[in-house]
Protein backbone atom coordinates (compact mmCIF):
# COMPACT_ATOMS: atom_id res chain seq x y z
CA UNK A 1 0.00 0.00 0.00
CA UNK A 2 3.09 2.49 0.97
CA UNK A 3 4.54 1.52 -2.54
CA UNK A 4 1.69 2.19 -4.28
CA UNK A 5 0.98 5.20 -2.68
CA UNK A 6 4.17 6.65 -2.86
CA UNK A 7 4.68 5.83 -6.91
CA UNK A 8 0.94 7.37 -7.33
CA UNK A 9 1.93 10.81 -5.55
CA UNK A 10 4.83 10.72 -7.91
CA UNK A 11 2.55 9.78 -11.41
CA UNK A 12 0.00 12.92 -9.98
CA UNK A 13 3.37 14.73 -10.89
CA UNK A 14 3.60 15.13 -14.83
CA UNK A 15 7.34 15.50 -16.35
CA UNK A 16 9.00 18.59 -17.02
CA UNK A 17 8.20 18.87 -20.41
CA UNK A 18 4.43 17.76 -20.26
CA UNK A 19 2.11 19.88 -18.15
CA UNK A 20 -1.06 18.27 -19.90
CA UNK A 21 -1.47 15.77 -16.88
CA UNK A 22 -1.26 17.96 -14.23
CA UNK A 23 -3.96 20.26 -16.02
CA UNK A 24 -6.03 17.36 -16.40
CA UNK A 25 -6.01 16.35 -13.00
CA UNK A 26 -6.85 19.98 -11.92
CA UNK A 27 -9.77 19.48 -14.46
CA UNK A 28 -11.05 16.52 -12.49
CA UNK A 29 -10.64 17.86 -9.32
CA UNK A 30 -13.46 20.85 -10.45
CA UNK A 31 -15.49 19.29 -12.23
CA UNK A 32 -16.13 17.09 -8.98
CA UNK A 33 -16.23 20.13 -6.70
CA UNK A 34 -18.50 21.77 -8.89
CA UNK A 35 -20.65 18.67 -8.96
CA UNK A 36 -20.77 17.92 -5.73
CA UNK A 37 -20.99 21.69 -4.55
CA UNK A 38 -24.20 22.12 -6.77
CA UNK A 39 -25.54 18.90 -5.87
CA UNK A 40 -25.14 19.73 -1.94
CA UNK A 41 -26.39 23.44 -2.40
CA UNK A 42 -29.52 22.25 -4.56
CA UNK A 43 -30.44 19.59 -2.10
CA UNK A 44 -30.32 21.72 1.04
CA UNK A 45 -32.88 24.35 -0.86
CA UNK A 46 -34.92 21.46 -1.38
CA UNK A 47 -34.55 20.09 1.65
CA UNK A 48 -35.73 23.69 3.11
CA UNK A 49 -38.83 23.59 0.40
CA UNK A 50 -39.97 20.82 1.86
CA UNK A 51 -39.54 21.58 5.57
CA UNK A 52 -40.88 24.98 5.23
CA UNK A 53 -43.98 23.83 3.39
CA UNK A 54 -44.53 21.01 6.24
CA UNK A 55 -44.10 23.71 9.00
CA UNK A 56 -45.97 25.90 7.71
CA UNK A 57 -49.80 23.32 6.55
CA UNK A 58 -48.69 21.70 10.16
CA UNK A 59 -49.24 24.69 11.81
CA UNK A 60 -51.76 26.75 10.15
CA UNK A 61 -54.26 23.70 9.56
CA UNK A 62 -55.25 21.24 11.85
CA UNK A 63 -53.32 18.20 12.03
CA UNK A 64 -56.16 16.18 11.52
CA UNK A 65 -59.91 17.09 10.33
CA UNK A 66 -62.77 15.02 11.69
CA UNK A 67 -65.66 15.63 9.46
CA UNK A 68 -68.95 14.44 9.93
CA UNK A 69 -71.18 12.77 6.65
CA UNK A 70 -74.46 14.32 8.65
CA UNK A 71 -76.11 16.97 6.46
CA UNK A 72 -76.46 19.26 9.54
CA UNK A 73 -72.65 18.79 10.38
CA UNK A 74 -71.48 18.67 13.55
CA UNK A 75 -74.51 19.09 16.58
CA UNK A 76 -73.22 16.98 19.51
CA UNK A 77 -69.67 18.53 19.80
CA UNK A 78 -69.14 18.61 23.60
CA UNK A 79 -69.21 15.26 23.64
CA UNK A 80 -67.40 14.37 20.35
CA UNK A 81 -64.51 16.92 21.57
CA UNK A 82 -64.17 14.69 25.03
CA UNK A 83 -64.49 11.44 23.46
CA UNK A 84 -61.32 12.76 20.93
CA UNK A 85 -59.51 14.34 24.09
CA UNK A 86 -59.47 11.28 25.69
CA UNK A 87 -57.01 9.73 23.14
CA UNK A 88 -53.67 9.88 24.88
CA UNK A 89 -51.53 10.90 21.95
CA UNK A 90 -54.31 13.77 21.58
CA UNK A 91 -53.22 17.29 22.74
CA UNK A 92 -55.81 19.60 21.89
CA UNK A 93 -59.33 19.56 19.91
CA UNK A 94 -61.21 22.69 19.29
CA UNK A 95 -64.62 23.15 16.64
CA UNK A 96 -64.58 24.89 13.28
CA UNK A 97 -66.75 25.91 10.82
CA UNK A 98 -65.33 26.17 7.35
CA UNK A 99 -67.07 27.47 3.91
CA UNK A 100 -66.22 29.20 0.84
CA UNK A 101 -67.42 32.97 0.71
CA UNK A 102 -67.12 36.05 -0.81
CA UNK A 103 -65.56 39.19 0.85
CA UNK A 104 -66.29 42.85 -0.26
CA UNK A 105 -65.03 46.17 0.85
CA UNK A 106 -65.99 49.56 0.22
CA UNK A 107 -63.42 51.25 -2.10
CA UNK A 108 -62.69 55.08 -2.78
CA UNK A 109 -63.18 54.77 -6.23
CA UNK A 110 -64.92 52.31 -8.63
CA UNK A 111 -67.04 49.56 -7.84
CA UNK A 112 -66.50 46.75 -4.96
CA UNK A 113 -64.78 43.49 -5.88
CA UNK A 114 -65.19 40.40 -3.89
CA UNK A 115 -62.61 38.35 -3.01
CA UNK A 116 -62.79 34.56 -3.00
CA UNK A 117 -61.90 33.29 0.59
CA UNK A 118 -62.19 30.97 3.43
CA UNK A 119 -64.05 31.68 6.67
CA UNK A 120 -63.23 29.88 9.82
CA UNK A 121 -65.18 30.25 12.72
CA UNK A 122 -62.84 29.65 15.49
CA UNK A 123 -63.49 29.72 19.44
CA UNK A 124 -61.09 32.07 20.63
CA UNK A 125 -60.23 29.80 24.18
CA UNK A 126 -59.55 26.34 22.52
CA UNK A 127 -58.31 27.51 19.26
CA UNK A 128 -54.49 27.71 20.51
CA UNK A 129 -54.57 24.28 21.34
CA UNK A 130 -54.41 23.24 17.80
CA UNK A 131 -53.12 26.37 15.85
CA UNK A 132 -50.58 28.81 17.00
CA UNK A 133 -52.36 31.75 16.39
CA UNK A 134 -51.45 33.80 19.18
CA UNK A 135 -47.96 34.17 16.68
CA UNK A 136 -49.27 35.04 13.80
CA UNK A 137 -52.10 37.39 14.94
CA UNK A 138 -51.49 41.06 15.05
CA UNK A 139 -50.69 43.85 16.13
CA UNK A 140 -51.49 41.23 19.18
CA UNK A 141 -53.04 38.27 20.30
CA UNK A 142 -55.74 40.05 22.23
CA UNK A 143 -57.61 40.54 18.97
CA UNK A 144 -58.38 37.03 18.74
CA UNK A 145 -60.61 36.76 22.26
CA UNK A 146 -62.64 40.43 20.67
CA UNK A 147 -64.15 38.29 18.25
CA UNK A 148 -66.52 37.56 21.20
CA UNK A 149 -67.97 40.64 21.78
CA UNK A 150 -71.41 41.23 21.19
CA UNK A 151 -72.45 44.05 18.78
CA UNK A 152 -71.27 43.89 15.58
CA UNK A 153 -69.34 40.79 14.92
CA UNK A 154 -65.65 40.61 14.00
CA UNK A 155 -63.05 39.63 11.69
CA UNK A 156 -59.20 38.60 11.25
CA UNK A 157 -58.15 38.80 7.48
CA UNK A 158 -55.43 37.54 6.20
CA UNK A 159 -53.02 40.20 5.70
CA UNK A 160 -52.48 39.94 2.08
CA UNK A 161 -56.20 39.85 1.82
CA UNK A 162 -56.34 43.02 3.88
CA UNK A 163 -54.28 44.81 1.42
CA UNK A 164 -56.09 43.43 -1.63
CA UNK A 165 -59.40 45.00 -0.30
CA UNK A 166 -57.56 48.14 1.28
CA UNK A 167 -59.17 46.96 4.44
CA UNK A 168 -57.43 48.13 7.64
CA UNK A 169 -58.47 48.33 10.90
CA UNK A 170 -61.86 49.67 12.03
CA UNK A 171 -63.07 48.87 8.41
CA UNK A 172 -66.51 47.35 7.56
CA UNK A 173 -66.39 44.27 5.11
CA UNK A 174 -68.84 42.51 3.70
CA UNK A 175 -69.09 38.72 3.65
CA UNK A 176 -71.25 36.54 1.44
CA UNK A 177 -72.47 33.09 1.43
CA UNK A 178 -74.93 31.14 -0.29
CA UNK A 179 -76.88 28.68 2.35
CA UNK A 180 -79.04 25.72 2.36
CA UNK A 181 -80.25 24.07 -0.73
CA UNK A 182 -78.90 25.66 -3.90
CA UNK A 183 -82.09 26.29 -6.51
CA UNK A 184 -80.51 27.88 -9.42
CA UNK A 185 -84.01 29.69 -10.06
CA UNK A 186 -83.59 31.29 -7.04
CA UNK A 187 -80.68 31.52 -5.84
CA UNK A 188 -80.40 33.31 -2.31
CA UNK A 189 -77.33 34.82 -1.26
CA UNK A 190 -76.34 35.78 2.75
CA UNK A 191 -74.49 38.80 3.53
CA UNK A 192 -73.55 40.08 7.10
CA UNK A 193 -71.55 42.99 7.75
CA UNK A 194 -68.09 42.29 10.05
CA UNK A 195 -65.75 44.83 11.37
CA UNK A 196 -61.63 44.48 10.81
CA UNK A 197 -60.33 43.68 14.34
CA UNK A 198 -56.88 42.21 13.25
CA UNK A 199 -54.91 40.79 10.69
CA UNK A 200 -52.96 37.10 10.55
CA UNK A 201 -49.95 36.72 9.05
CA UNK A 202 -48.15 33.23 8.05
CA UNK A 203 -45.45 33.83 5.72
CA UNK A 204 -47.54 31.47 3.13
CA UNK A 205 -49.63 33.68 0.37
CA UNK A 206 -51.97 31.08 -0.16
CA UNK A 207 -53.29 31.07 3.45
CA UNK A 208 -52.63 35.21 4.15
CA UNK A 209 -54.64 35.71 0.97
CA UNK A 210 -57.70 33.82 1.54
CA UNK A 211 -58.29 32.99 5.27
CA UNK A 212 -60.85 35.27 7.28
CA UNK A 213 -61.49 34.47 11.13
CA UNK A 214 -63.90 34.93 13.33
CA UNK A 215 -66.13 34.06 15.87
CA UNK A 216 -67.99 30.35 16.13
CA UNK A 217 -71.29 31.58 17.14
CA UNK A 218 -71.08 34.41 14.35
CA UNK A 219 -69.89 31.55 11.80
CA UNK A 220 -72.87 29.40 12.83
CA UNK A 221 -75.74 32.38 12.58
CA UNK A 222 -74.36 33.52 9.61
CA UNK A 223 -74.47 30.14 8.03
CA UNK A 224 -77.02 28.77 8.89
CA UNK A 225 -75.37 26.30 11.82
CA UNK A 226 -77.25 25.36 15.08
CA UNK A 227 -76.53 27.31 17.81
CA UNK A 228 -73.06 25.06 19.20
CA UNK A 229 -72.38 23.31 15.96
CA UNK A 230 -69.55 23.04 13.68
CA UNK A 231 -68.31 21.72 10.66
CA UNK A 232 -65.17 20.44 11.50
CA UNK A 233 -63.14 19.38 14.12
CA UNK A 234 -59.96 20.23 14.65
CA UNK A 235 -57.34 17.94 16.77
CA UNK A 236 -53.04 18.24 17.36
CA UNK A 237 -51.11 15.54 18.08
CA UNK A 238 -48.02 14.77 20.26
CA UNK A 239 -46.12 13.50 17.06
CA UNK A 240 -47.01 15.05 13.89
CA UNK A 241 -45.80 11.68 12.20
CA UNK A 242 -48.11 9.68 13.78
CA UNK A 243 -51.41 11.75 12.68
CA UNK A 244 -52.19 9.24 10.16
CA UNK A 245 -52.34 6.46 12.85
CA UNK A 246 -54.35 8.62 15.58
CA UNK A 247 -56.96 9.40 13.00
CA UNK A 248 -57.66 5.86 12.25
CA UNK A 249 -58.23 5.50 15.68
CA UNK A 250 -60.18 7.96 16.03
CA UNK A 251 -62.63 7.06 13.19
CA UNK A 252 -62.71 3.62 14.65
CA UNK A 253 -63.56 5.28 18.06
CA UNK A 254 -66.32 7.67 16.82
CA UNK A 255 -68.22 5.50 13.93
CA UNK A 256 -69.00 5.03 11.00
CA UNK A 257 -70.62 9.04 10.61
CA UNK A 258 -67.71 10.24 11.06
CA UNK A 259 -64.11 10.38 9.30
CA UNK A 260 -60.92 11.68 10.24
CA UNK A 261 -58.03 12.95 7.27
CA UNK A 262 -54.55 13.88 8.62
CA UNK A 263 -52.44 16.81 7.07
CA UNK A 264 -49.91 14.23 5.16
CA UNK A 265 -53.24 12.80 3.46
CA UNK A 266 -54.54 15.55 2.30
CA UNK A 267 -51.19 16.95 0.84
CA UNK A 268 -50.37 13.61 0.11
CA UNK A 269 -50.21 14.64 -3.83
CA UNK A 270 -48.23 17.76 -2.95
CA UNK A 271 -45.05 15.88 -0.78
CA UNK A 272 -45.12 13.07 -3.35
CA UNK A 273 -44.33 15.25 -5.76
CA UNK A 274 -41.76 17.11 -4.27
CA UNK A 275 -39.74 14.14 -3.26
CA UNK A 276 -40.20 13.01 -6.82
CA UNK A 277 -38.67 16.41 -7.98
CA UNK A 278 -35.82 15.81 -5.81
CA UNK A 279 -34.92 12.55 -6.98
CA UNK A 280 -34.82 14.28 -10.72
CA UNK A 281 -32.55 16.69 -9.51
CA UNK A 282 -30.22 14.20 -7.51
CA UNK A 283 -30.27 12.15 -11.15
CA UNK A 284 -29.59 15.28 -13.02
CA UNK A 285 -27.07 16.92 -11.33
CA UNK A 286 -25.48 14.08 -10.74
CA UNK A 287 -24.70 13.92 -14.26
CA UNK A 288 -22.00 16.86 -13.73
CA UNK A 289 -19.95 13.93 -11.22
CA UNK A 290 -20.42 11.52 -13.66
CA UNK A 291 -19.09 13.73 -16.29
CA UNK A 292 -16.17 14.58 -14.13
CA UNK A 293 -16.10 10.59 -13.92
CA UNK A 294 -15.02 9.80 -17.38
CA UNK A 295 -12.81 12.57 -17.14
CA UNK A 296 -10.61 10.65 -14.45
CA UNK A 297 -10.73 7.81 -16.76
CA UNK A 298 -9.73 9.98 -19.63
CA UNK A 299 -6.82 11.21 -16.92
CA UNK A 300 -5.44 7.93 -16.05
CA UNK A 301 -5.50 6.60 -19.55
CA UNK A 302 -3.40 9.15 -21.06
CA UNK A 303 -1.13 8.47 -17.57
CA UNK A 304 -0.97 5.17 -18.55
CA UNK A 305 0.08 5.66 -22.21
CA UNK A 306 2.88 8.57 -20.85
CA UNK A 307 4.17 5.62 -17.76
CA UNK A 308 4.27 2.83 -19.85
CA UNK A 309 8.36 2.21 -19.75
CA UNK A 310 8.07 3.20 -16.61
CA UNK A 311 5.22 0.58 -15.72
CA UNK A 312 7.14 -1.96 -17.48
CA UNK A 313 10.63 -0.88 -15.15
CA UNK A 314 8.35 -1.48 -12.16
CA UNK A 315 7.08 -5.06 -13.49
CA UNK A 316 10.74 -6.10 -14.65
CA UNK A 317 11.85 -5.61 -11.21
CA UNK A 318 9.41 -7.52 -9.52
CA UNK A 319 6.42 -4.61 -8.83
CA UNK A 320 3.46 -7.08 -8.08
CA UNK A 321 0.48 -6.52 -11.00
CA UNK A 322 -1.95 -5.85 -8.19
CA UNK A 323 0.42 -2.96 -6.72
CA UNK A 324 0.50 -1.50 -10.30
CA UNK A 325 -3.16 -1.56 -10.32
CA UNK A 326 -3.40 0.24 -7.47
CA UNK A 327 -1.01 2.82 -7.99
CA UNK A 328 -3.42 4.03 -10.19
CA UNK A 329 -6.53 3.51 -8.32
CA UNK A 330 -5.17 5.31 -5.74
CA UNK A 331 -5.04 8.40 -8.39
CA UNK A 332 -8.13 7.95 -9.31
CA UNK A 333 -9.61 7.42 -5.29
CA UNK A 334 -7.13 10.43 -4.83
CA UNK A 335 -8.40 12.81 -7.59
CA UNK A 336 -11.92 12.50 -6.22
CA UNK A 337 -11.18 12.85 -2.49
CA UNK A 338 -9.92 16.39 -3.49
CA UNK A 339 -12.99 17.03 -5.84
CA UNK A 340 -15.27 16.15 -3.05
CA UNK A 341 -13.58 17.66 -0.40
CA UNK A 342 -12.94 21.13 -2.18
CA UNK A 343 -17.12 20.47 -2.85
CA UNK A 344 -18.31 19.79 0.16
CA UNK A 345 -16.31 22.78 1.85
CA UNK A 346 -17.90 24.85 -1.13
CA UNK A 347 -21.44 23.53 -0.79
CA UNK A 348 -21.37 24.23 3.48
CA UNK A 349 -19.96 27.81 1.99
CA UNK A 350 -22.90 28.78 0.15
CA UNK A 351 -25.90 27.12 2.08
CA UNK A 352 -23.93 29.37 5.16
CA UNK A 353 -24.04 32.28 2.94
CA UNK A 354 -27.52 31.64 1.63
CA UNK A 355 -29.01 31.31 5.36
CA UNK A 356 -27.35 34.31 6.37
CA UNK A 357 -28.13 36.56 3.68
CA UNK A 358 -30.91 34.71 1.93
CA UNK A 359 -32.13 35.42 -2.02
CA UNK A 360 -35.48 36.91 -1.97
CA UNK A 361 -38.63 35.70 -3.43
CA UNK A 362 -42.24 37.23 -4.56
CA UNK A 363 -44.91 36.15 -2.09
CA UNK A 364 -47.38 36.07 -4.33
CA UNK A 365 -45.75 33.27 -6.27
CA UNK A 366 -43.98 31.40 -3.53
CA UNK A 367 -44.89 30.12 0.09
CA UNK A 368 -42.03 31.52 1.39
CA UNK A 369 -40.15 35.30 1.23
CA UNK A 370 -36.77 33.59 1.13
CA UNK A 371 -35.21 30.58 -0.07
CA UNK A 372 -34.84 28.37 2.62
CA UNK A 373 -32.45 26.35 3.04
CA UNK A 374 -32.01 23.18 5.74
CA UNK A 375 -28.59 21.16 5.85
CA UNK A 376 -28.41 17.92 6.35
CA UNK A 377 -25.18 15.78 7.17
CA UNK A 378 -27.01 12.51 5.49
CA UNK A 379 -27.04 14.13 2.41
CA UNK A 380 -23.58 15.63 2.51
CA UNK A 381 -21.93 11.85 3.46
CA UNK A 382 -24.08 10.55 0.75
CA UNK A 383 -22.87 12.38 -1.97
CA UNK A 384 -19.03 12.34 -0.77
CA UNK A 385 -19.35 8.61 -0.81
CA UNK A 386 -20.73 8.04 -4.19
CA UNK A 387 -18.43 10.52 -5.18
CA UNK A 388 -15.57 8.63 -3.90
CA UNK A 389 -17.02 5.08 -5.21
CA UNK A 390 -17.47 6.63 -8.69
CA UNK A 391 -13.78 8.01 -8.63
CA UNK A 392 -12.78 4.19 -7.23
CA UNK A 393 -14.79 2.83 -10.38
CA UNK A 394 -13.70 5.26 -12.91
CA UNK A 395 -10.06 3.98 -12.14
CA UNK A 396 -10.74 0.19 -12.87
CA UNK A 397 -10.46 -0.06 -16.19
CA UNK A 398 -7.17 2.58 -16.72
CA UNK A 399 -5.90 0.55 -13.72
CA UNK A 400 -6.43 -2.66 -14.92
CA UNK A 401 -4.91 -1.91 -18.58
CA UNK A 402 -1.79 -0.99 -16.58
CA UNK A 403 -1.54 -3.98 -14.52
CA UNK A 404 -1.85 -6.54 -17.73
CA UNK A 405 1.43 -4.53 -19.90
CA UNK A 406 3.97 -6.68 -20.63
CA UNK A 407 7.28 -5.61 -19.07
CA UNK A 408 9.92 -7.14 -21.78
CA UNK A 409 7.70 -5.65 -24.99
CA UNK A 410 7.46 -2.64 -23.04
CA UNK A 411 11.33 -2.08 -22.73
CA UNK A 412 12.03 -3.73 -25.95
CA UNK A 413 10.00 -1.59 -27.94
CA UNK A 414 10.48 1.86 -25.97
Do not use: C
Not at 68 to 77: C, H, K, N, P, R
Amino acid sequence: MKFAGHIARRYLRSRRNSRFLSRGSVTAIIGIALGVMVLNITLAVMNGFHAEMQRVFVENMPMISVWTSEAEGLTEVGAVIDSIAADPEVVGVTPFIRQEILITAARSYGPPRPQAGVIWGIEPDLVNTVLPMNENVRPNPEVIGSLNRPGVPRVILGADLANILFAAIGDTVILTSVNGELDLDNIAAVSREFVVTGYFESGMYEFDSRFVYTGIEAAAEMLGYQPGGASVLGVKVADVMRADIVGDRIEDKLGRTYYATDWMALNANLFTWIKLEKVIMILLLGMIILIAGFNIIGILTMMVGERRREIGILLAMGAKRSQVMGVFLFNGVWLGLVGGFFGSLLGLLGIVVLERFGIKLPGDVYFVETVPVLLQWTDFISIAVVTLVMSLAAGLWPSWEASNLKPMDIIRYT
